[in-house]
């Protein structure tokens, strides 16, 4: 540990006529004098900046002397994150939206994929018909992989979600069975069709 002397200054006060300061790297001790004392505004917990480290007052009239300042090295603790009240409610209630919302786009879903998995047979369809139940398909395929995210975004607040994504799977993987066979179908009769 370091002293305050000629050519070695306390870091804090600047004291030299004597060594009643200390320090090292994790604490300083700095006297308070009636020559030299640490700044008269310091509170505990106030930080000073110390050749671009920054250290805290931790505690008063104390240390070797009695009557030092305690600064120790400041470290930064992150905030842990704690909503407020309304905060909280408000996410609550958001949560409750997704929910409800996520809901209703399952029940839309499973109209959609019904409407898309009337199986229309192409062999007997004109081109326009395996046009429309093609765009059909590829519609409840995407919007069937949105929505999947959607719901499992949901189920990391809300369980009861679960359900209801079961009844979704029970739509979405035969719609993936559907796009993949009308991919074959269009891919083998038709070459790739403009959407
Ligand atoms: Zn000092």
Known sequence: ???SKRN???PVCGRTKDSDC????DVIFCHCGSSFA???HLKIGDIIRLDGKDWALVKTNSGHTGLCHVFKPHRHIEKTYTPTPRQKQQGQDRE????????KAVEEYIKLANAALEVINYEYCNLKQIKESKALINRAFDEGKELREVLVGVRRF???IEEFIELFDEKYRPIKYQKKASDEFCWNHLG???E
Do not use: G, T
């Not at 200390?22 to 790297?25: E, G, L, T, V, Y």
């Not at 409750?96 to 809901?103: A, H, T």
């Open 22 to 25: 200390r320090w090292d790297n």
């Open 158 to 160: 809300n369980k009861n």
């Open 1 to 3: 540990m370091q002293s």
């Open 96 to 103: 409750q939206y997704l929910f409800k919302e996520s809901v």
């Open 192 to 194: 790739e069709i403009d």
């Open 8 to 10: 070695n200054p306390c």
């Open 38 to 40: 640490p700044p008269s």
